[in-house]
């Protein structure tokens, strides 16, 4: 048995899925192994319990009344925060067709039952450490291209400054260079007059 965790660190399970039995089977499992989970009967209850929380892993069964597993993963793909989250079908359809489908509306992995109690602990945490892998690898990607932006722009500003252009047509570049790297909606710019110490605003960007 994996060793308690603190509520604050330990990963956070949804569980969807139709048959009380087996919600109630996975979640003894899970909680042996340091989950916290969560129960949703079907997809629609599942779609309302993400909308206000946000688990770390979705256990969703396949075939369930009103919404089955293929339609809620898919639904949940369409959101902001679902787009990247770890999905796991779990079903006793081995059928390559089922399977096929599943991953191709975005399934993560598939479990078919009867599941494997031993096995499925470590299962989900070998696909959350795969997910936090892949998600800082596009948190490094994001960030080395904001760099490269931005001294993309540093380097236009460099030539605008050594160039023939007018001391306000700089000021005013400056301006619009500045929100753009920084994400910010409006920018100004002050120029520091020594003989009296203060800054004075010489140019903006983005007020009316």
Same mark, same amino acid.
């Given at each position: 048995?994996?060793?308690?965790?603190?509520?604050?660190?330990?990963?956070?399970?949804? %569980?969807?899925? $139709? =048959?009380?039995? /087996?919600?109630?089977? /996975?979640?003894?499992?899970?909680?042996?192994? *340091? &989950?916290?989970?969560?129960?949703?009967?079907? *997809?629609?209850?599942?779609?309302?319990?993400?909308?206000?929380?946000?688990?770390?892993?979705?256990?969703? $069964? %396949? %075939?369930?009344?009103?919404?089955?597993? &293929?339609?809620?993963?898919?639904?949940?793909?369409?959101?902001?925060? =679902?787009?990247?989250?770890?999905? !796991?079908?779990?079903?006793?359809?081995?059928?390559?067709?089922?399977? $096929?489908?599943?991953?191709?509306?975005?399934?993560?992995? &598939?479990?078919?039952?009867?599941?494997?109690?031993?096995?499925? *602990?470590?299962? !989900?945490?070998?696909?959350?450490?795969?997910?936090?892998?892949?998600?800082?690898?596009?948190?490094?990607?994001?960030?080395?291209?904001?760099? !490269?932006?931005?001294?993309?722009?540093?380097?236009?500003?460099?030539?605008?400054?050594?160039?023939?252009?007018?001391?306000? %047509?700089?000021?005013?570049?400056?301006?619009? &260079?500045?929100?753009?790297?920084?994400?910010?909606?409006?920018?100004?710019?002050?120029?520091?007059?020594? @003989?009296?110490?203060?800054? @004075?605003? !010489?140019?903006?960007?983005?007020?009316?």
């Amino acid at each position: 048995m994996t060793a308690p965790t603190s509520p604050s660190t330990r990963p956070y399970i949804l %569980v969807v899925d $139709d =048959g009380k039995t /087996i919600r109630m089977l /996975i979640r003894q499992a899970l909680e042996q192994t *340091g &989950f916290i989970v969560e129960e949703a009967e079907n *997809g629609r209850h599942a779609l309302e319990l993400f909308a206000r929380t946000c688990p770390d892993l979705i256990l969703l $069964d %396949v %075939v369930m009344p009103e919404m089955d597993g &293929f339609q809620t993963c898919a639904a949940l793909r369409q959101t902001a925060q =679902g787009g990247h989250l770890p999905i !796991v079908m779990l079903t006793g359809l081995e059928d390559e067709a089922s399977i $096929d489908r599943a991953y191709e509306i975005g399934a993560t992995d &598939f479990i078919t039952k009867p599941i494997n109690w031993v096995l499925l *602990g470590h299962r !989900v945490r070998y696909l959350l450490r795969a997910s936090r892998a892949i998600m800082k690898t596009r948190q490094s990607e994001e960030a080395l291209r904001q760099e !490269v932006h931005f001294s993309t722009t540093l380097v236009q500003v460099g030539r605008d400054l050594t160039s023939s252009l007018a001391t306000p %047509v700089i000021l005013e570049r400056l301006c619009k &260079f500045a929100p753009s790297v920084l994400g910010c909606e409006r920018g100004y710019t002050l120029l520091y007059r020594p @003989a009296r110490a203060t800054y @004075a605003a !010489v140019a903006s960007d983005g007020y009316t």
